[in-house]
């Protein structure tokens, strides 16, 4: 199919062969280029040009959700389920991911940048995500803003009493911005926030179906109450 039209599925799977030949000097080599030999500096299987982290040979390749130069948004309201106040502006999260694989495209390293863009509550609420593996998978957890007292950390850095691995980027709003509460103005509730940036590197890679899909699992904690959630 054409590809300079538009109807190509530019598959390049409708004939595919290989030659080979006896003698293999049957085919001459004339003014044919040698092929280069890729650089491999750190020994890992992949060549500097696709490994992000060239001198590193635990890590490759690097994944960003929802993009590199995007970041998602998360619009959370603390009186749920309650329909009083159906504003979702209690506290608006900005949030990246950058996931960071070995060379057999395993993850061994998660980032995380959360950020207050709005912030419209009474409440001082946390905000934390569960992550879909078991704490013990997590080697450490660095990054977290904690002012309250009310969250308690494995040595690992996870939530204490939690199965799953469970992260707080940070128990009170104050952690991330001067300002505690905002007056909205038409449903805005924007603010200039300081970011979380959190780094989880697991004690071992974890494949595509173990590490699940971000954004994960979010959720708030109320008014400094472990207990509710939402």
Known sequence: ???????SDNDFNDLIFYVTSNPVDAISVEKVNPIDKPIDS?????????????KDPTKAYVQYFPSQDTWGTLAFEDLWPSVGDYDLNDLVINYQYK???????????????????GLGATKRNGFAVQLPFTYDKVKSVTGQKFLASYIKTNANGTEAGQKHAVIVPFDDPKALIAQLYVNTTNGQANVKSDTAHIQILLSSALTAAELGNAPFNPFIIISQQRSYEV
């Open 1 to 7: 199919l054409q590809r300079d039209n538009g109807s």
């Open 42 to 54: 750190d020994g890992d299987g992949v060549s500097d040009t696709y490994d992000k982290f060239p």
């Open 99 to 117: 996931i960071i694989n070995n060379a057999l495209n395993k993850t061994i390293e998660i980032d995380g940048d959360y950020s207050i863009k």
